[in-house]
């Protein structure tokens, strides 16, 4: 998976690809409770928000060239508000719009590898799956064999 926040490349994909993804989304949502009403009231007031965190680890040539990569990162990082492009190894592209990249919160060097901890927060996600891309549900309590995998959820 390659991640792209403006024109600085976080993650390279392939053997560069983020390792722990997860994504979550937010939303906020109003329940006033009225005066002597039998239930309070639910209301969806927008304002979504997406967050992908994820580790990232770099592979550099001489532990020297590692060492300046981890201490001058978080300086390189861009700042302010940008667009967020992913790449999946599978051919989909998702575009976060409004997105802001939070400075690595944790970064760490052994030898020539550096590892960095990102969390990227955006307004707004969008993409396109390609057609070629085979999707199952698996519902709870579901064994299924699929593409020579067996999976139970």
């Known amino acids: 998976?390659?991640?792209?926040?403006?024109?600085?490349?976080?993650?390279?994909?392939g053997k560069g690809s983020p390792v722990g993804l997860s994504v979550s989304g937010q939303k906020q949502i109003d329940t006033p409770s009225f005066l002597r009403?039998?239930?309070a009231k639910v209301y969806d007031r927008g304002n979504k928000l997406y967050?992908?965190?994820?580790?990232?680890?770099?592979?550099?040539v001489a532990t020297g060239e590692a060492e300046a990569f981890m201490l001058l990162h978080a300086a390189n990082v861009p700042d302010g508000q940008g667009t967020c492009t992913?790449?999946?190894?599978?051919?989909?592209?998702?575009?976060l719009t409004g997105a802001v990249l939070q400075i690595?919160?944790?970064?760490?060097?052994?030898?020539v590898s550096t590892y960095h901890t990102y969390q990227l927060?955006?307004?707004?996600?969008?993409g396109t799956v390609p057609s070629s891309i085979d999707h199952i549900v698996i519902h709870l309590g579901e064994t299924v064999t699929h593409l020579g995998e067996t999976v139970t959820h």
């Open 1 to 13: 998976m390659k991640i792209i926040f403006e024109s600085y490349e976080l993650s390279a994909g």
């Open 37 to 39: 009403a039998t239930n």
């Open 51 to 60: 967050t992908l965190s994820w580790e990232q680890r770099r592979e550099f």
């Open 86 to 95: 992913i790449t999946t190894e599978g051919g989909a592209t998702i575009t």
């Open 104 to 111: 690595p919160n944790a970064t760490r060097q052994t030898g």
């Open 121 to 126: 927060i955006a307004s707004d996600m969008a």
